[in-house]
């Protein structure tokens, strides 16, 4: 499991925090505490999120021909955000790593 740990502690393993501005958006926040796991679960849902929606619009102009600019003027959006949260989640797995009990 992993610790719930303060900013300074997560400071004192040697990561800049939150380095990601979208980590700081969808921090969880406990008893002034982030729970990394809290956090990485709302960033991963909301990456599938963009990937469907990203999907949903490729298959859209598959079935239809149509250039992404007809149908959705958020598609870029969608691409950006994406890929933003694949580079956040990736950075917040590093410091999971780092901080998990030596337990576990």
């Not at 149908?71 to 999971?96: H, N, P, Q, S």
């Amino acid at each position: 499991m992993t610790r719930k740990l303060s900013v300074r502690e997560l400071q004192g393993l040697g990561f800049e925090w939150p380095k990601h501005a979208l980590i700081e958006e969808y921090c969880v926040v406990e008893g002034g505490k982030v729970d990394l796991q809290g956090t990485l679960e709302k960033m991963r849902s909301s990456r599938s999120f963009y990937a469907g929606q990203i999907k949903q619009a490729f298959n859209f102009k598959q079935q239809t021909g149509a250039d992404y600019s007809d149908f959705t003027d958020r598609f870029d959006e969608y691409a950006r955000m994406k890929r933003a949260l694949g580079a956040a989640i990736a950075y917040l797995e590093e410091v999971i790593e780092a901080a998990k009990d030596p337990g576990t």
